[in-house]
C-alpha cells in the first residue's frame, strides 16, 4: 500500500501502523499547519469547528489540538496512491 503525504509531494511505499505515522506527522507538524491554513475556508479550524480571526489563531488553534491535528490529517488527508 502507498500513501501521498500531500504537504510534502512524496509517496510513502510501507505498512506502518498509527504511532509510526504520527511521529513522522509530529516531525513535520508545522507543514501540516501550513497545509491546514493554506487549505481552510474563512479561517474555520477543522479540529474545534469555529472561524478564526486571523491565520495565527488558526496556527495557535492547530498546534493547540496537536494530537487532534495529527490524527485528523491520517484520518482524512493521507491519500492512498494509486501505481
Known amino acids: 500500500m502507498k500513501f501521498y503525504i ?3 509531494d512524496e509517496i510513502k511505499s ?4 498509527r504511532q509510526v505515522w504520527l511521529y513522522r506527522i509530529y516531525r513535520e507538524f508545522n507543514k501540516v499547519v501550513d497545509y491546514f491554513v493554506k487549505w481552510s475556508d474563512n479561517l474555520f479550524c477543522i479540529i474545534c469547528h469555529r472561524e478564526h480571526t486571523t491565520e495565527n489563531a488558526l496556527r495557535n488553534c492547530l498546534w493547540y489540538h496537536k494530537q487532534l491535528t495529527a490524527n485528523y490529517f491520517i484520518d482524512h488527508e493521507l491519500v492512498e496512491a494509486n501505481d
Open 6 to 8: 500531500p504537504f510534502i
Open 14 to 17: 510501507e505498512f506502518a501502523d
